[in-house]
């Protein structure tokens, strides 16, 4: 693991919520902290309703972290253009986060119940 980023078991239950509509639910979300940035929770796609979320042609990289690759969330409001992020073919400092979800703020809600 590089010296900036720490992942962790977030314990406890984690919700996503955007749209009015739960996305997901998991007790097996991840907490991922790099540097001064603030903690971003990742869940497992096994826990979100992948069904509203589409793949996107946007994609950004980071050194530290590898490639992202990023999902649109379609709800009956409209779509919500890269709201979530992943790293597909993370790179091995982070690879707990390969299969899993992270959601922008103000795109959708994450929550500790």
């Given at each position: 693991?590089?010296?900036?980023i720490?992942?962790?078991?977030?314990?406890?239950?984690?919700?996503?919520?955007?749209?009015?509509?739960?996305l997901g639910e998991s007790r097996n979300a991840l907490e991922l902290i790099e540097g001064d940035y603030p903690p971003v929770i990742y869940f497992p796609r096994s826990d979100i309703a992948m069904a509203f979320l589409d793949p996107s042609v946007t994609v950004s990289s980071c050194p530290h972290k590898?490639?992202?690759?990023?999902y649109s969330i379609i709800a009956k409001s409209g779509e919500?253009?890269?709201?979530a992020w992943s790293y597909e073919a993370?790179?091995?400092?982070?690879?707990?986060?390969?299969?899993?979800?992270?959601?922008?703020?103000?795109?959708a809600a994450v929550e500790q119940l």
């Open positions: 693991m590089t010296d900036q720490q992942i962790r078991p977030a314990g406890g239950t984690w919700v996503v919520r955007a749209a009015g509509a739960v590898g490639t992202a690759s990023y919500m253009k890269d709201a993370p790179h091995d400092a982070i690879a707990q986060v390969k299969d899993y979800l992270a959601f922008f703020p103000g795109k």
